[in-house]
């Protein structure tokens, strides 16, 4: 009987362990599963807060309804009934001191329509036309990698960048735009400016067309009803309490001549045939302290954010903008990064004549703001609210969220380490698999994606070896 161990009960371990029970049972095969989750609880950054009949999601909240990986779990799980869509309404970009509509016909702030940006007060005339110049500006030259904020200050100029793009795109990896390798999180633009010489033309063709109707357009992602940590406590019952350990931390592994000897917290040795590591890539030089060569984690760097959800009686809010939030450009002096509107956005979280707002701080360019206690943390967003939104009084109640250097940063040459990782497990640590966040995509369906593609690494890795 092969033993196969996961470590890390995040949704990308759980992910991996639903998937290869799934493959024992369908295939009759000889393996064994064992979890193992440093903390007390599963879900990893995925946690959902019930307060006074308030559903309050303190890490991702949702996922785009086009990710299948995603999709695909859930109907799995026996849970697509759970699913809801957004809201839809207009959302906000904060410039200088100012909220403006984000312009439709766009695709991540990139136009895909030339009027609703002409007559957009997001930029100036120049910005405007020296944007329009990549329907004539030649193709860059071919390269392994670049940065996201090199790419398209080339192609549309600083204006658009910082006061459309950054925002959208910064957020989605809490990264710097001007350090983020545009291979390791939007390589189709490239590709497409490669393909058609202008992006702008390139996504015109490419992305089907807008329809003009009166019919209220569906929302784009997908929430479960009741919170996300429905999907792990689901994906927990259905694995079964005799698959995965809690408060079970790894303290190192040992290759030996037929697979590993892995130290457990609970001072015993837990011997496996393969693995699966999902936690954090900072934990490998821990794990394998005898392989230098996994010191180039090192190179992949992490920030911090905190985000804060505040509760209002809906009285209090003397002034709030139609729409489901917005987000800030890096010109504007405001800490916090984002705000939504989570009654609006997801009405089913709040109830009736109430307010949640979910605000959020830190990232590159502040990462001490986790630092800051709760008190101040709320000061904060409240100080930045106020000049956006009349607010009266304090909220109800607050619930404060830190990830500290828990958001891997894909900085440029980030496939390329993660290449040499792999390749240097696949010689040196055969039957070690890696999957999760901080390597190939830091969304809910791109962990599951990772998930389910080492557990068939796994199995071939043993079908051949026997």
């Known amino acids: 009987m092969k033993k196969i161990l996961i470590i890390g009960g995040g949704i990308t371990g759980l992910a991996s362990a639903f998937y290869l029970q799934e493959k024992i049972k369908a295939k009759k095969l000889p393996y064994t599963i064992k979890l193992v989750e440093a903390n007390n609880r599963l879900g990893g950054k995925i946690e959902t807060v019930h307060r006074e009949g308030f559903t309050i999601e303190r890490g ?3 996922f785009l309804s086009r990710k299948k990986p ?23 970009i904060l410039v200088g001191k100012k909220l403006h509509k984000i312009p439709s016909g766009s695709f991540m702030g ?17 910005g405007k036309l020296r944007a329009g110049m990549d329907f004539v500006r030649p193709k860059g030259k071919t390269v392994t990698d670049q940065s996201l904020g090199m790419f398209f200050r080339r192609r549309f100029g600083d204006e658009l960048v910082e006061n459309l793009i950054e925002p959208l795109l910064s957020g989605i990896y809490s990264g710097d735009i001007d350090e983020m390798s545009l291979m390791a999180t ?72 037929n697979g590993y000897h892995v130290l457990l917290s609970d001072g015993t040795v837990y011997k496996a045939d393969a693995m699966i590591i999902t936690s954090p890539h900072t934990s490998l030089k821990k794990f394998f302290s005898k392989h230098e060569a996994l010191n180039i984690v090192n190179e992949i760097p992490t920030t911090s954010v905190a985000n804060v959800a505040l509760a209002y009686d809906q ?5 709030e903008l139609d729409g489901t939030g917005f987000v800030v450009s890096r010109n504007s002096k405001f800490r916090i990064t984002a705000c939504t509107w989570t009654h609006r956005k997801w009405p089913d979280t709040t109830p009736e004549g109430k307010v949640l707002l979910r605000s ?27 000049k956006t939104m009349k607010i009266k009084g304090q909220p109800n109640f607050k619930v404060v969220t830190r990830f500290k250097h828990a958001m891997p940063q894909y900085a440029v040459g980030h496939l390329d380490r993660i290449n040499k990782m792999r390749e240097y497990a696949a010689r040196n640590l055969p039957g070690t698999f890696l999957a999760g966040a901080s390597y190939e995509g830091v969304g809910v369906p791109d962990c599951i994606e990772q998930g389910e593609k080492a557990v068939n690494e796994v199995v071939q890795f043993l079908s051949e070896k026997n």
């Open 110 to 126: 990139v136009p895909t329509e030339v009027q609703p940006f002409l007559f957009s007060g997001l930029f100036s005339a120049k």
């Open 70 to 92: 995603a999709v695909e779990l859930v109907q799995k799980l026996g849970l697509t009934e759970q699913l809801v869509r957004n809201a839809t309404g207009q959302a906000h």
């Open 186 to 257: 939007f390589p189709n633009f490239y590709q497409l400016e490669q393909k058609y010489g202008s992006l702008i033309k390139g996504l015109q063709q490419t992305m089907p067309k807008r329809q003009k109707t009166k019919k209220k357009q569906s929302g784009v992602f997908y929430a479960l009803k009741g919170g996300f940590e429905s999907l792990v406590d689901e994906l927990a019952s259905q694995l079964g309490e005799d698959i995965i350990s809690l408060s079970t931390a790894v303290d190192h592994i040992e290759k030996k001549e």
């Open 60 to 62: 991702p909240d949702s």
């Open 315 to 319: 009285k209090a809010i003397k002034k």
């Open 360 to 386: 959020y701080v830190g990232g590159p360019h502040d990462p001490e703001a986790v630092n800051l206690s709760d008190d101040d943390l709320v000061e904060v967003v409240l100080n930045d609210l106020q």
